[in-house]
């Protein structure tokens, strides 16, 4: 059996809770909010309708910070994986339940906001087809991470027997071959036009919650790797886009995709410099601003679409309302503050707070 790593840290209850974790869910929760903010226009106008610079300015911003889910992603897997945190079935059901919570919640909502927003009207209809359509995955599209989040959880403790019983070295070679079965193959098959034959028929989110995992017990010294693989993923993705863009009017369609090789290593590069660069001193005053976005980062992911939506289709505001290196900065700026203080006010909410 696996010995369990010794410089794991434990809190109450017996649960892992590393700092850098928290400043990657921090870091990753801002880049979040900016993500959605360069790409809700690029996702509803094309390039001729908002400008090709302007479209190429926000496809280049949503790939510099593409890591932000992903990385969330294996900070869950870091977490729920360690076999210093006690997580069984009953837990797990909790967790589930929590998730289902949101989606009777903020994910009817939103389904009944759009439903509004389309047709224009209010009926007590719409809150019986909101409900339906959230059932079938149509609330607002950021919600999707709450489905992943229950089917990882539906195989997180198969995973935790399989993590508790391999060695480091084990570890490292499944995700490895995972990796070039899920992510290296695929991204192949799509640059070149090619079909290799592929049958590594397996979620991606998997990988990336078993890669968290690995990241956050690994003893390697792989910071000297990971800056040049993030600054060498980050400029081969943003050349690419920029230049098919430029070309077609039409993105590079493996910036896109979710099994993307250069993601990959984005991510898990973001990862460990964060990790590792956490080693150092400590600095109260960011430490006080991380821990209130860490408490709040739930509720922000869940609320800053709300007022993405309510600057963009009820004030008519958008980046391109003004000069875009004022708008984005701006909007990014309102928008996160809105949804910082909205969500800590949402989780005072007695019902609410349960599932926040």
């Given at each position: 059996?696996?010995?369990?790593?010794?410089?794991v840290p434990v809190i109450e209850g017996g649960q892992s809770k590393k700092s850098y974790i928290e400043t990657l869910r921090a870091i990753a929760t801002l880049a979040v909010v900016f993500l959605h903010i360069n790409m809700t226009l690029v996702a509803n106008y094309s390039a001729n309708?908002?400008?090709?610079?302007?479209?190429?300015?926000?496809?280049?911003?949503?790939?510099?910070?593409k890591w932000a889910v992903p990385c969330f992603i294996m900070i869950s897997g870091a977490l729920l994986l360690n076999p210093e945190r006690h997580v069984g079935y009953c837990k797990i059901a909790k967790y589930i339940k929590r998730m289902a919570g949101v989606l009777l919640t903020f994910g009817v909502a939103y389904a009944f906001m759009e439903l509004v927003f389309s047709e224009k009207s209010v009926s007590i209809g719409m809150v019986v087809r909101a409900f339906f359509n959230t059932l079938q995955g149509k609330s607002w599209s950021h919600m999707w991470y709450i489905y992943m989040l229950i089917g990882l959880y539906l195989i997180t403790v198969p995973l935790r027997y399989i993590v508790e019983r391999v060695s480091n070295q084990e570890l490292e070679m499944i995700v490895l071959t995972l990796s070039i079965g899920v992510f290296l193959i695929?991204?192949?098959n799509t640059?070149?036009?090619?079909?290799?034959?592929?049958?590594?028929?397996?979620s991606e989110y998997i990988v990336w919650y078993l890669l968290g995992y690995y990241l956050s017990v690994s003893e390697r010294r792989m910071l000297k790797y990971a800056v040049p693989g993030a600054?060498?993923?980050?400029?081969?993705m943003v050349v690419a886009e920029s230049v098919t863009l430029f070309h077609t009017a039409e993105c590079f369609s493996l910036n896109h995709q979710t099994k993307n090789i250069f993601t990959l290593v984005f991510g898990a590069s973001v990862f460990v410099i964060i990790k590792e660069c956490c080693k150092g001193g400590n600095n109260d005053k960011l430490h006080k601003i991380r821990d209130i976005i860490c408490l709040n980062s739930f509720a922000i992911y869940?609320?800053?679409p709300f007022w993405i939506n309510l600057f963009f289709k009820v004030f008519k505001i958008t980046p391109i309302s003004f000069p875009i290196y004022i708008g984005i900065p701006v909007l990014f700026f309102v928008v996160f503050i809105m949804s910082l203080l909205s969500g800590a006010i949402v989780r005072k909410i007695p019902l609410i707070r349960e599932i926040l």
């Open positions: 059996m696996k010995k369990v790593n010794s410089t309708e908002i400008g090709v610079l302007n479209y190429v300015i926000f496809n280049d911003y949503y790939i510099l910070v695929p991204s192949i640059i070149l036009g090619i079909s290799l034959e592929n049958y590594m028929l397996i600054i060498v993923s980050a400029v081969i869940l609320i800053h």
